[in-house]
């Protein structure tokens, strides 16, 4: 393992959670400064949601409903197919189908990137039709804004992105380069091809 890819590694959670406990670290921080910011911006202003108010049925109502709501989402959540895992290349077809068969009804199959060939949807692999799944492909989660934003992150020089790209080819080049990370060559993780 190389020095640029145990750096990367730090940036998410990982396929078996394996930095959980500093996302954990990092949430409670972010929250735990927001709560401290918000007490102290203007102390001498009234509180607004008393503990009285809290003991309102209305407002345990509707804290009851905001708690069934997130438990829904995390259900939800659970449903899609777990492309943060290594298992998951969603550009063949043999791990588009197994994708399809982890579907719990009602899931989201999330297939990020460019197709090489042809890709078939079996019937069976579909639940025939019935198991109210959707696909969705895209090469930029969140479209324009979020690729505008990014690009800002990257052109203020903010995060070094380096380590994400493994390798280079030419125009010509280009079957070598798609071969390369479709085969996870050398511990290709992305591959830019560059003009003549």
Known sequence: MNMDETKLYSWFLGPKAE???MLERLVLEAL???VFWRRNFHPEDNIIITEKCKREDAFQDSL???RQEFLALLANLKRDIPFYSPRYIGHM???FENALRCLRPGG???SLGVYSGK???PYDAFAAGIGDYRITT????GGRERMRRLMEVVRGGRVDFTPLLTHTFS???IKEGYRVFGERIDGALKVAIKPL
Do not use: I, K
Not at 138 to 141: D, E, H, I, M
């Open 93 to 95: 077809q043999e791990t």
């Open 19 to 21: 930095n959980a406990d």
């Open 171 to 173: 125009l010509d080049e």
């Open 138 to 141: 895209t090469l930029c989660p």
């Open 32 to 34: 735990r400064d927001c």
């Open 119 to 121: 890709l078939q949807v």
């Open 64 to 66: 009851a409903l905001v």
């Open 108 to 110: 989201t199959l999330s």
